[in-house]
């Protein structure tokens, strides 16, 4: 017997039929003698519109109200959920976050969780009930429903998970796992079997949609495993692994030790909206990157790339970096307005595209930045940026070529093939 939690996002609980769909995954997993508790999203676009309401009812409305109608949306959810199993025979029963109780911060609208008391679910579970919980809420230390800000119910599943002792927290979306890059861009795109935390991490900080990055830094700290699968598969079909033994579908986020193969690359990511900002003939002196990057996180800008060049004589310094595309032009007012910031010119452009390889395997393989970008020459593709870490490399380019680089670099690192 296994002790499971299933999270079902918005698209997987977009109408009642799609909830009875959700539900079916959940009587299989009871029927095979598991453990299961469950952990749902808002109806796809409902929390969107509650936000809607918010705002219209005042542009500058109190954080703990608005956290009290938001998170109205994952009741409705829950509530249904916990109906349609009870219909079907399974023993079920809805919970808001502040019932389990989930603590969290105060921070309302983006609070992080503080613990969880798992005393009621764990009774729930063992005498075969299964609890629904609200994602993306939980209870400040003075009892005030909060939100977790966005990714909260991935990140609710994963602290369940880890409170309850779940042996895997299976995260139902509306793709089948995670691939190796985008099929739409390359169709031959190749699901993968398993993926390290690592790279995971990396993959949804760098671009990829289907899991949020804070669920992955959680499940990562807490040692929690992860699958990815779809809820549209057909729940009463045989489980069936990616590898074709019988088995979990989808694509398990595990520890690196659980993986005996590693690929050097395992996936290429894409992140478009890209700005560049060059300060240029910046006066050379401790404490000068500290006020150019100072300046902008005050101003809550989110800068990613950094490159410094020194000029021969010392004296000056060039200073890259990259910001979103939205984030530009918010920079530049702040660099413009920073008197502590002593440069001779500012120059910028919008529109850039980051490419991105990532692999635990490049930990120990030499020369994967350098293969990268020979693969990209070939193309004709100019780098303006590079950056490194242990396991991806980066590089920024014109979005005209961004599709061309994915699918160049896909190919180059033999992700085409069926074993990738």
């Not at 929390?47 to 998170?71: I, K, M, S």
């Not at 800000?149 to 927290?169: E, I, K, L, P, Q």
């Not at 929690?224 to 809820?231: D, G, K, N, P, Q």
Request: glycine residues 10%; proline residues 4%; aromatic residues 4%.
């Amino acid at each position: 017997m296994a002790r499971i939690v299933l999270k079902f996002g918005g698209t997987s609980v977009a109408d009642v039929d799609r909830i009875r769909q959700a539900a079916r995954h959940v009587k299989r997993e009871i029927e095979a003698g598991n453990q299961a508790c469950v952990v749902v999203s808002a109806m796809s676009g409902k929390t969107n519109e509650l936000v809607a309401w918010c705002r219209q009812a005042a542009p500058l409305h109190d954080a703990r109200e608005y956290d009290a109608v938001v998170a109205s949306g994952e009741q409705v959810t829950a509530g249904l959920m916990a109906i349609v199993l009870s219909e079907m025979g399974i023993p079920s029963r809805s919970f808001a976050g502040w019932q389990v109780p989930i603590h969290t911060d105060d921070a309302h609208g983006a609070a992080r969780i503080t613990g969880i008391d798992a005393t009621e679910l764990d009774k729930r579970m063992n005498e075969g009930w299964v609890p629904v919980i609200t994602g993306f809420q939980g209870v400040s230390p003075s009892g005030r429903i909060t939100t977790l800000g966005r990714g909260g119910s991935d990140t609710s599943a994963v602290a369940v998970a880890a409170a309850v002792g779940a042996d895997r927290c299976d995260i139902y979306t509306d793709v089948d796992g995670v691939y190796t890059t985008d099929p739409r861009i390359v169709p031959r795109a190749r699901r993968m079997n398993r993926i390290s935390f690592e790279e995971m991490l990396e993959m949804a900080s760098l671009g990829a949609k289907v899991l949020m990055i804070r669920s992955v830094e959680l499940a990562m700290a807490q040692k929690v495993r992860l699958v990815v699968r779809s809820t549209f598969d057909d729940p009463e079909a045989p489980q069936i692994g990616p590898d074709g033994a019988p088995g979990v579908p989808g694509t398990l986020v595990c520890d690196e030790d659980e993986i005996m193969e590693k690929q050097i690359v395992s996936g290429v990511t894409l992140a478009r909206g890209e700005a560049k900002i060059t300060l240029r003939g910046v006066k050379d002196k401790p404490g000068v990157a500290a006020s150019v990057f100072g300046a902008l996180a005050d101003e809550s800008i989110v800068v990613d790339m950094i490159v410094q060049n020194i000029s021969d004589d010392g004296a000056v310094t060039d200073i890259t970096f990259t910001v979103p595309d939205a984030e530009y032009d918010k920079a530049v007012r702040t660099l413009e307005k920073a008197s502590a910031i002593e440069y001779e010119k500012l120059a910028g452009s919008k529109g850039g595209a980051k490419i991105s390889v990532v692999g635990v395997g490049m930990r120990s393989h030499a020369g994967v930045a350098a293969s990268m970008f020979k693969a990209l020459a070939d193309k004709g593709i100019n780098i303006q940026l590079i950056t490194t870490s242990e396991i991806k490399t980066s590089v920024l380019i014109d979005d005209q070529y961004a599709e061309l680089a994915v699918r160049a670099l896909h190919t180059y690192y033999g992700l085409d093939k069926p074993e990738a």
